[in-house]
């Protein structure tokens, strides 16, 4: 079993940046492969970022390519998501993803554990 938390949402002014943590525990961080995922209100859950369980290959959503960056810390089982240049589309619920596979993807279907997820909300 896998728990993940996320945290560092908050309200920031469009162009500021944020950094998204997901603190992941039960297995080691390593042997699976992780993910950031948005719901925006009156919206399908998306996909953002994936990272493979290695941290060598990474997908980000083209509405986010060159602003977000993946990233993930073993030593800390943690997974981060840098927030660059952010506007009013990103406001949504982000959640931290993981599955049981070393291989990142990403469908939501292919995600075994999900954390509560954090709000962003960007101000125009």
């Known amino acids: 079993q896998v728990q993940l938390v996320e945290s560092g949402g908050g309200l920031v002014q469009a162009g500021g940046s944020l950094r998204l943590s997901c603190a992941a525990s039960?297995?080691?961080?390593?042997?699976?492969?992780m993910g950031w995922f948005r719901q925006a209100p009156g919206k399908e859950r998306e996909f953002v970022a994936a990272?493979?369980?290695?941290?060598?290959?990474?997908y980000y959503a083209d509405s986010v390519k060159g602003r977000f960056t993946i990233s993930g810390d073993n030593a800390k089982n943690t997974m981060y998501l840098k927030m660059n240049s952010l506007n009013p589309e990103d406001t949504a619920v982000y959640y931290c993803?993981?599955?049981?596979?070393?291989?990142?993807?990403?469908?939501?279907?292919?995600?075994?554990?999900w954390g509560q997820g954090t709000q962003v909300t960007v101000s125009s």
């Open positions: 990272i493979s369980g290695s941290g060598a290959i990474t």
């Open positions: 993803a993981a599955r049981a596979n070393v291989g990142a993807r990403i469908g939501l279907a292919e995600y075994d554990y």
């Open positions: 039960g297995r080691t961080f390593g042997r699976y492969a």
